[in-house]
């Protein structure tokens, strides 16, 4: 992993970075590229992870928050003390990154697998996130700070086999695009990113047994990443990442809805038989 020259000083401008599941996959990679470009700049940046499972980094400006982030109150816990060691950390008001990337998908005609897998989904990839920006926005308008909120392609339509999670981040999309708004109004900022497939934990967590696509189709966490991160340079309030998403994201807008629906049922379908 190699972060780009370019974006080493706006990384590395967060005195302070906030990562929801930074124990694998997209998450992961963005902790990387924090770490990486605070090294190559010495600057001081710390990054906190808040995840059940415990990150591969081993070193002092990295700080694991073992949390349950569907659970309201452990959230809040978790919250807390990232609240009160940023004080102790910082003497002026932090410039503070808040990268919500927590989330998880469910394959199947709804409620499958379950109504409590899809309760939990929109706790994690809705509720969550919301709970954070709102704990952590006084802090990030005093500072000019910004947000970075992962989305999906999924959120331009309706999905049929993945609805609950569509719904979800269609969610994360118009919350993200209102936020970027009123936070514009401070200096500070709000970027939602929505990558296609990503090689990552989503389709394991999905209940596939491997990824049913082939090698060569869908992103890697660093193009995310570094997607997300020059999108962020420029003020952008969104990105649809890769040129296939961001044709599709445009095409679906003069695509009658029950036309989409026939389509993205039809191959969403056929899912599950590629995985077999």
């Not at 599941?21 to 990387?32: K, N, V």
């Not at 700049?41 to 992870?49: E, G």
């Not at 709102?134 to 909120?149: Q, S, T, V």
Request: glycine residues 6%; positive net charge; charged residues 20%.
């Amino acid at each position: 992993m190699k972060v780009k020259k370019t974006l080493i000083d706006e990384i590395s401008a967060y005195d302070a970075v906030v990562i929801t599941g930074a124990s694998s996959g997209i998450g992961e990679e963005f902790a990387l590229w924090v770490l990486e470009a605070s090294r190559c700049s010495r600057s001081h940046t710390v990054v906190y992870a808040l995840s059940r499972t415990r990150p591969i980094f081993d070193c002092e400006a990295f700080k694991w928050i073992e949390c349950d982030l569907t659970d309201m109150r452990a959230l809040e816990s978790a919250v807390s003390a990232i609240k009160s060691d940023i004080r102790s950390c910082f003497q002026r008001a932090p410039k503070i990154l808040l990268i919500n990337n927590s989330g998880f998908g469910a394959y199947g005609q709804f409620p499958s697998p379950s109504i409590g897998r899809n309760i939990d989904m929109i706790n994690l990839n809705a509720a969550a996130l919301t709970r954070l920006c709102a704990d952590f926005l006084p802090e990030i308008k005093a500072g000019r700070g910004a947000i970075i909120n992962i989305s999906s392609t999924a959120s331009f339509q309706a999905c049929p086999q993945l609805s609950v999670y569509a719904a979800t981040k269609a969610y994360v999309r118009s919350f993200s695009l209102s936020l970027s708004y009123e936070l514009g109004k401070c200096g500070a900022k709000c970027l939602c990113v929505c990558p296609g497939p990503t090689k990552s934990m989503f389709f394991k967590a999905a209940g596939f047994d491997e990824a049913p696509m082939p090698a060569w189709f869908g992103h890697k966490p660093h193009h995310v990443v570094e997607a997300s991160f020059r999108a962020l340079a420029k003020g952008k309030g969104i990105v649809v990442v890769g040129l296939l998403n961001k044709l599709q994201s445009v095409l679906v807008r003069f695509v009658p809805e029950f036309i989409l629906l026939k389509i993205s049922g039809a191959i969403l379908s056929k899912v599950r038989k590629l995985d077999k």
